[in-house]
């Protein structure tokens, strides 16, 4: 099964992750922690993202779409795959499936967790006292630029999936456990089609 799973900044997102690829035996697929492991490496393309990142800002796309397609040459991404964070703009959603189509796949579903602005606001006046990695991102001024970002560049992908019938939308407000309830739920009647 390959999956997209969006979420504003601070959503749950990472923790909806660890369940899906357990839960499906897929590869997890973060462009964020790609791009972090690139600035901490110093590779070019780290060198490239890193502004981009500690601003909030998106990191262009051909970048984002390149270190995406050479992931998904491995083999392990084969069967399916969790994209987490990516795609953010329509030009990666478009690029994505066409990533898919050239390996005879395609997407199954787009998985929406939905948070409103002032609930994400209070986790991350949390998320930055008690982060043990602290993330040069996860500041509030820079939080609120990233959510900013969600709602101009991202958010118009949700109506884009829509339209193609792959969206399922997930109230993100609850437990971690009740949001993977729902959130499986979700994916049993997407395998069940
Ligand atoms: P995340 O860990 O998904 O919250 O991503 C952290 C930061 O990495 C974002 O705020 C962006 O600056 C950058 N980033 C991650 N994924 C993408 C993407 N698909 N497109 C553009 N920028 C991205």
């Not at 399916?80 to 478009?94: I, K, M, W």
Request: charged share 30%.
């Amino acid at each position: 099964m390959y999956i997209v799973l969006i979420g504003p900044p601070g959503a749950g997102k990472g923790t909806q992750s660890q369940h899906i690829t357990e839960y499906l035996g897929i590869p997890h697929l973060s462009t964020g922690e790609m791009l972090r492991e690139a600035i901490a490496q110093r590779t070019p393309t780290g060198r490239h993202a890193e502004p981009y990142i500690s601003r909030g800002d998106l990191v262009p796309d051909p970048v984002v779409v390149e270190i995406v397609g050479e992931r998904l040459q491995q083999p392990d991404c084969a069967r399916g795959a969790l994209f987490d964070g990516y795609p953010r703009t329509e030009g990666q959603a478009e690029s994505l499936s066409e990533f898919l189509e050239q390996r005879g796949k395609q997407l199954d579903v787009a998985i929406e967790i939905a948070v409103d602005d002032e609930e994400l606001l209070r986790r991350i006046v949390g998320r930055a006292r008690t982060a043990s990695r602290p993330r040069t991102d996860d500041t509030p001024e820079k939080f609120a630029n990233r959510l900013r970002r969600f709602h101009e560049e991202t958010s118009p992908l949700l109506a884009y999936y829509e339209e193609r019938g792959l969206l399922e939308r997930i109230d993100g407000i609850g437990s971690p456990d009740e949001v993977w309830r729902h959130t499986k739920q979700a994916i049993d009647a997407r395998l069940q089609d």
